[in-house]
């Protein structure tokens, strides 16, 4: 993709903050973080979602981020993170190339992640079970 931000920081066309990079995966600052330290890690081909990346790079993805998280809680006194990826705009992605967000958390940092959870309806944990389990040919 010629117009994606993140394919342009890859390749080098646009600077960045770059903290990791091996031959799948680039890891930067996020320009606009939610707390210091705030961490984007991508592969380095351009995939919009987590089911579009082939098994070696999400493997690399996951590898990748482990070893960023581990560097930005050391770096940031954090206790905790939220390892997190959006997929789709309708989920909140802003750049349609797949990534993760390390955002390191403290106790009492101002953060807040709202998840509007309710129980199913009567009847519905099981339906959404077997429509899941379809989905995946089971």
Not at 3 to 20: D, M, N, R, S
Not at 35 to 52: I, K, N, Q, Y
């Amino acid at each position: 993709m010629a117009e994606c931000i993140f394919c342009k920081i890859v390749k080098g066309e646009l600077g960045a903050q770059k903290v990791f990079e091996n031959d799948k995966v680039v890891a930067f600052l996020d320009i606009n973080p939610v707390s210091w330290g705030h961490t984007l890690v991508v592969p380095r081909a351009h995939f919009e979602m987590w089911t579009d990346l082939p098994v070696d790079v999400a493997s690399s993805l996951s590898q990748a981020s482990q070893v960023v998280a581990r560097g930005v809680l050391k770096a940031t006194g954090a206790i905790g993170f939220n390892l997190l990826m959006n997929n789709h705009s309708c989920s909140g992605q802003a750049i349609a190339h797949a990534h993760y967000h390390v955002i390191p958390r403290k106790p009492d940092d101002g953060v807040k992640y709202v998840w509007p959870a309710k129980p199913y309806p009567a009847g519905e944990l099981e339906k959404a079970a077997d429509s899941i389990r379809k989905g995946m040919g089971k």
